[in-house]
C-alpha cells in the first residue's frame, strides 16, 4: 500500500515538474471525473497491465469519447495502471451512464475471476442558453431562474422584485448577476387558485404595488443605511386590479376572479363594451389615432375594444392565453408579444401587428425552454418579461425584447 | 363492429387541429374508469385525489412541502420535526392538528415503520427513532403516509375517506365514487368540478367507453400499451414505476442461500418482457431503476442455468408453493417462472392468494415510488421486510447497500414497469405525477363552461 502510495506521488510531482498535460485536458470539463475515475480505479487494481474499454450510455457526445479515455489513460498512468491493448487478466470496462439527476461514471475492475465497482458522479449539466430566432427578431435574455413559482417580476432602480405564490423576494445585483437580498411572506388568509396569477407594477416612486387573489401588498424601499431595506405591507384585498396602461390615457382597472385564474370582465372605467371573462389585456395604437384595448377572452378568442364595441381579431389562432404590449420603435413601433397554443412541450413567443382587425405576424417565434407561465410589460414598454416553467419544474425568468432589422 | 367504428371516429377526431389554447378552464365533470379498487393501497386512484401527505415529490422526484409547511433534524436524523401548515381544513371543516395527523400515522402504520415513535407538539410533529432516519421527509411522500381524518370533530369516528385533497367524496354507489371539488383546497381549487371514478370495469369496456366519450381517461395495462398505440389512443406512459419481482422465503426449503441464487440464475427475464408484458418492461436484476442511478447494469440480468444447477448441486426441494399478486399477465408471468424453475431442477406449483403468507415464491409488484434513489431503496426493502444500511449519500454506498441487500436473494429484481392511462380529446394538460398516477387536479375539460 505504501509502496502503491510512492508511485502515485512521484507520478504526481513528475507531472507538476513537467507541467505537461494533453491540450484535450487543458479546458476538458471530464478532466476532473476522469482523475477521480482513474484514482479509485487504481486503488481496486494497483499498478500493472490492464485492457481498458469504454461504453457510452449517456447523451455524452460520442466524439467526446476518444478526449474522455485519452483523459483516463493519462490519469490511470499517473497511478501507476498502464492500458494495454493487449489480452490482459486484467480488464477495465467504464461505462459513462446517468441517471435523471446527473452523470455516472461507473467503473467495473475485473482481476481474474472478481470484478469490483467503481462510480463517480459528476456535476450536473450546465443550462442550455437561450434561443433567438429571425425576422423582427426577438431576443429572449434570462435574468432569473427560481425552484419556486415566479408569478411576476420588476426591476426597480432598487433592485429586482419578485412575486411568489407566498413571499416577495427582493434581489440585488452582484457581480455574478442577481441574488437574493431579503424576502418578505405575504400570509394570504385564502389558497391561491391552483393557476395562479400577479401583477407587479412601480408605484411611481421607488416602491412598487403587487396583486394576487384576494391580497394587495405595498412595497417601499429605505435607501439608508445602505444597502437599504424593503418594507413590505399585505392587505386582503378585492379590488381591481391595474392594466397595462396606454400612455398618458384613463388607466382601466379589472376586477380578477380570486377562486379562478381570470378576469371577470368588469372594468373600470367601461367606455360601455361587455367584455367576456379574459386572461390577458394590453393597449395597442390604431392607425387612424387613438388607442384600442385587446383582451384575450378565455374561450380562446382575442378581442378588440374599440369605441364601445366588442370586434373579434383574426389572425389569432396561434396565440395561447398570454400576451403583452411592446414599444419596440421597429415597425409600426408597437407589437404585441404573444405566446404560442398547441400541445408541443415548450412554448414560444412571437410579435404581432395589426394593421387592421387581423394580426400580422412580423416575427418568427421564438422558442423558449418551457411553458410561459405569463407574460407582462416591463415598466419602460420596451421590452416584456416572461415567467417560464421549464424541465424539471425550475422557473425562469426571460427578458424579452425585440430587434430592428 | 360498432366498437370498431367508435373507436375509427375517435381517431378521426384525433386528427382534428387543435383549436388555440388557452389558460386551463374551471369546471365540468372528468369520467374516470378503473379496473381495481379506487381506495387500494398503494396508489389506488382516489387516494390521492382525497389524501395528502406530510410531504410529496415534485415532477423530479425531489421532496416538497405539502401539509408540513418545513421540517428540521436532529440528533444526527434521530430525531424529526415537521412544522404544519397553518390555515388547512378537513373536508368536514375541521382544522388539520398535529394530533390528527398523530392519529392518522399510528393508524396507518401501526407496526414496521421508518419511526419508533410519532407524537404532536403544539403544531409539530415529532418523529423519533433509534436509528437515524435521514430519508424520513422523502418516505412520508408515500402512499402508506396520507393522512386521513380518524376522529371527527364530535369525537365520533371517522369514515376514513376525509382528508384535505383537491376532492372530498360525495358518493360511493353501485359502484360509481364521486369525487366533488374542495373549494378550500390549500393548493387552490382543482379544475374540474367533479371526478366519476367507474371501478371494476374491464379494461376493454373502459376503451370502448373512452371511444364513445363515456369516459375521459382509462387505464392502460403495460402488456396492452403497445396495442393502445395502435389504435392511435392518446396514452400516457411513466417511467419505470413498478418493480416485478419474486419474494422467496428464506425458512423452510429455501433456507439455503444457495437453493434462493440457483432459483435467481434460472429465470429468463427477456421472455418475461418481450412476451408477457409485451416489451413495455425493462429488464433488471437491480432493485432500482436505471434512470434513478445510473448503475442497474452493474446486476446481470441473463439467465444461467449452468450456473443454477451448480449452485443448486444435485439438492432436491419438496415441491414450491408459489403465489401470485394479481392475475392476467402477472399469473402468465407466474406459469413462466415455473417452467423456468422446473428446467433448473425445481418443482413449483402455483398457489393461491390466500396462501400467499406461507408460499415459497411469491411473484408480486413493488411500487418504486420518488426520485430520491435512497429512499426509494429503504420503501422498497421495508415493504418485503427488510432493512438496508445507508452510511451516506454517495453512489458508492448506494450500490453495495443495494448489492448486499441482493446477494440474500430474497428478492430477484425482474422487470421494471411503467404505468399508463390513455385520455381522451376533451381533457388537457393531464400529465403523471412524481408517483406516477395521473394528475387529475391540474388536469381540466377543454369544453367545460
Redesign the interface.
Known amino acids: 500500500m505504501k509502496a502503491m502510495k510512492l508511485i502515485r506521488w512521484a507520478a504526481m510531482g513528475l507531472s507538476v515538474l513537467m507541467g505537461v498535460r494533453s491540450s484535450v485536458a487543458a479546458t476538458s470539463p471530464w478532466e476532473q471525473p476522469a482523475a477521480a475515475m482513474a484514482e479509485k480505479i487504481a486503488g481496486i487494481l494497483g499498478p500493472g497491465q490492464a485492457h481498458l474499454s469504454i461504453r457510452n450510455l449517456s447523451r455524452i457526445s460520442n466524439e467526446d469519447v476518444p478526449a474522455i479515455r485519452k483523459l483516463l489513460e493519462e490519469d490511470l498512468k499517473m497511478h501507476g495502471v498502464t492500458v494495454s491493448d493487449d489480452e490482459s487478466a486484467n480488464s477495465i470496462r467504464v461505462t459513462l451512464s446517468e441517471n435523471t439527476r446527473a452523470r455516472l461514471w461507473v467503473a467495473e475492475v475485473a482481476e481474474g475471476s472478481v470484478t469490483q465497482a467503481a462510480l463517480v458522479q459528476l456535476a450536473p449539466e450546465g443550462e442550455q442558453p437561450a434561443q433567438t430566432a429571425g425576422g423582427l427578431k426577438l431576443r429572449a435574455e434570462t435574468i432569473l431562474t427560481s425552484r419556486e413559482p415566479v408569478l411576476a417580476a420588476l426591476e426597480t432602480a432598487n433592485g429586482l422584485v419578485v412575486l411568489e405564490p407566498e413571499q416577495i423576494l427582493f434581489e440585488t445585483r452582484g457581480p455574478a448577476g442577481w441574488h437574493e437580498q431579503s424576502r418578505a411572506s405575504i400570509g394570504q388568509k385564502r389558497p391561491l387558485p391552483r393557476d395562479p396569477k400577479g401583477i407587479l407594477m412601480p408605484d411611481g416612486g421607488a416602491g412598487f404595488e403587487a396583486w394576487l387573489a384576494g391580497t394587495q401588498c405595498k412595497g417601499s424601499f429605505e435607501p439608508a443605511p445602505s444597502p437599504g431595506q424593503w418594507t413590505v405591507s399585505c392587505y386582503a384585498s378585492d379590488d381591481p386590479w391595474p392594466l397595462p396602461q396606454f400612455e398618458n390615457a384613463t388607466p382601466v382597472k379589472a376586477f380578477f376572479n380570486g377562486a379562478r385564474n381570470y378576469f371577470t370582465g368588469v372594468v373600470t372605467p367601461n367606455d360601455g363594451a361587455d367584455p367576456p371573462h379574459f386572461y390577458a389585456a394590453g393597449w395597442i395604437a390604431r392607425a387612424g389615432g387613438g388607442a384600442a384595448m385587446v383582451i384575450g377572452s378565455i374561450d380562446g378568442k382575442v378581442l378588440m375594444i374599440e369605441n364601445g364595441a366588442l370586434k373579434p381579431i383574426a389572425g389569432t389562432r396561434d396565440w395561447g392565453s398570454d400576451f403583452a404590449v411592446i414599444h419596440s420603435g421597429c415597425g409600426t413601433g408597437t407589437q404585441i408579444i404573444a405566446s404560442s397554443s398547441g400541445e408541443a412541450a415548450a412554448d414560444s413567443l412571437r410579435a404581432y401587428e395589426f394593421p387592421a382587425l387581423e394580426a400580422i405576424p412580423v416575427s418568427a417565434p421564438l422558442e423558449l425552454l418551457g411553458t410561459i407561465m405569463v407574460l407582462w410589460p416591463a415598466p419602460d414598454g420596451k421590452t416584456v418579461l416572461a415567467a417560464v416553467r421549464g424541465a424539471a419544474n425550475r422557473y425562469e425568468v426571460d427578458r424579452v425584447s425585440a430587434l430592428c432589422n | 363492429m360498432f366498437r370498431r367504428f367508435a373507436i375509427s371516429c375517435f381517431v378521426a377526431l384525433l386528427t382534428l387541429p ?9 369546471g365540468g365533470t372528468l369520467h374516470v374508469e378503473i379496473e381495481g379498487d379506487p381506495w387500494q393501497r398503494p396508489n389506488g386512484i382516489a387516494r390521492r385525489l382525497v389524501f395528502d401527505g406530510l410531504t410529496t415529490l ?4 425531489a421532496v416538497q412541502s405539502a401539509l408540513a409547511s418545513g421540517w428540521e433534524s436532529d440528533n444526527a436524523d434521530h430525531r424529526w420535526q415537521f412544522r404544519l401548515r397553518p ?1 388547512v381544513y378537513f373536508h368536514d371543516g375541521s382544522l388539520l392538528t398535529s394530533t390528527a395527523v398523530v392519529q392518522s400515522l399510528n393508524l396507518d402504520c401501526p407496526a414496521n415503520c421508518p419511526w419508533a415513535t410519532v407524537h404532536a407538539v403544539g403544531s409539530m410533529v415529532v418523529f423519533t427513532n433509534d436509528s437515524p432516519m435521514p430519508n424520513l421527509p422523502a418516505l412520508l411522500a408515500g402512499d402508506d403516509f396520507l393522512i386521513a381524518l380518524t376522529v371527527s370533530a364530535d369525537g365520533k369516528t371517522s369514515s376514513g375517506d376525509i382528508g384535505t385533497g ?1 376532492f372530498q367524496v360525495t358518493s360511493f354507489n353501485n359502484g360509481l365514487l364521486v369525487l366533488g371539488a374542495n ?9 374540474a368540478d367533479a371526478i366519476e371514478i367507474r371501478v371494476h370495469r374491464a379494461v376493454h369496456d373502459q376503451w370502448l367507453d373512452l371511444s364513445i366519450g363515456r369516459a375521459e381517461m382509462v387505464e392502460v395495462p403495460a402488456e396492452m400499451i403497445r396495442q393502445a398505440q395502435q389504435q392511435r389512443l392518446k396514452v400516457l406512459v411513466s417511467p419505470p414505476a413498478e418493480l416485478l419481482a419474486l419474494e422467496i422465503s428464506d425458512n423452510g426449503a429455501l433456507a439455503n442461500p444457495m437453493m434462493r441464487a440457483a432459483i435467481a440464475a434460472s429465470i429468463d427475464r427477456s421472455a418475461l418482457s418481450n412476451v408477457i408484458f409485451q416489451k413495455q418492461g425493462e429488464v433488471t436484476a437491480s432493485l432500482l431503476p ?6 442497474s ?2 446486476f446481470p440480468v441473463d439467465r444461467d442455468l449452468n450456473k443454477a444447477h451448480e449452485l443448486r448441486g444435485g439438492l432436491t426441494t419438496p415441491t414450491l408453493t408459489l403465489s401470485v399478486d394479481g392475475d392476467g399477465a402477472m399469473r402468465l408471468a407466474a406459469q413462466r417462472i415455473a417452467l423456468n424453475l422446473k428446467e433448473a431442477g425445481f418443482n413449483a406449483q402455483e398457489g393461491s392468494d390466500g396462501g400467499a403468507q406461507h408460499a415459497d415464491l411469491m411473484l408480486r409488484l413493488i411500487p418504486l415510488e420518488g ?1 430520491e ?1 435512497f429512499a426509494v431503496l429503504e420503501d422498497v426493502s421495508r415493504s418485503v421486510g427488510q432493512t438496508v444500511l445507508l452510511p451516506d449519500s ?3 454506498s448506494l ?1 453495495r447497500a443495494e448489492r448486499d441487500f441482493l446477494d440474500r436473494h430474497t428478492l430477484i429484481p425482474l422487470v421494471d414497469l411503467p404505468r399508463a392511462y390513455a385520455a381522451g380529446a376533451r381533457v ?1 394538460d393531464l400529465a403523471l405525477d412524481a408517483h406516477d398516477l395521473p394528475d387529475l ?2 388536469a381540466s375539460l377543454e369544453d367545460a363552461p
Open positions: 387543435a383549436a388555440a389554447r388557452t389558460r386551463p378552464h374551471y415534485d415532477t423530479t422526484g390555515g383537491p373549494e378550500t383546497c390549500w393548493q387552490g381549487r382543482p379544475f436505471q434512470s434513478l442511478t445510473g448503475f447494469f452493474l426520485g434513489p454517495s453512489p458508492t450500490y388537457r387536479a391540474s
